[in-house]
């Protein structure tokens, strides 16, 4: 499996920037998929999840009402649309896989990570 994470970039606060990530190797549609995000000495922090199927999401609250996780499993893309953005947010995202297929629960078990995008965002 591949993740390829892409979109990151500098924005001034309160702007907003569009990550995706495409996946390669098995069934996208299968599994679900989350973004994290690290910052250079702190943990890493799980930002966003969407089910296989889409219809669930999980939002840190951090992040809750700026940024939208989607998927399109026609192009085996999961994105993260971040809005209202703060300096607060400035970190490497990345992408990863559930490891587990068709899981009906929110406790994710990510098994491949993508090698993640800068995202910077000056006051």
């Known amino acids: 499996v591949q993740l390829q994470a892409s979109g990151g970039g500098l924005v001034q606060a309160g702007g907003s920037l569009r990550l995706s990530c495409a996946a390669s190797g098995r069934t996208f549609s299968y599994y679900a998929m989350g973004w994290f995000r690290q910052v250079p000495g702190k943990e890493r922090e799980h930002v966003a999840a969407?089910?296989?199927?889409?219809?669930?999401?999980y939002y840190a609250d951090s992040v809750k009402g700026r940024f939208i996780i989607s998927r399109l499993n026609a192009k085996n893309t999961v994105y993260l649309q971040m809005s209202s953005l703060k300096p607060e947010d400035t970190a490497v995202y990345y992408c990863?896989?559930?490891?587990?297929?068709?899981?009906?629960?929110?406790?994710?078990?990510?098994?491949?990570w993508g090698q993640g995008t800068q995202v910077t965002v000056s006051s």
């Open positions: 990863a896989q559930d490891g587990v297929r068709f899981r009906t629960d929110q406790f994710y078990e990510y098994d491949y």
């Open positions: 969407i089910s296989w199927s889409g219809d669930s999401t």
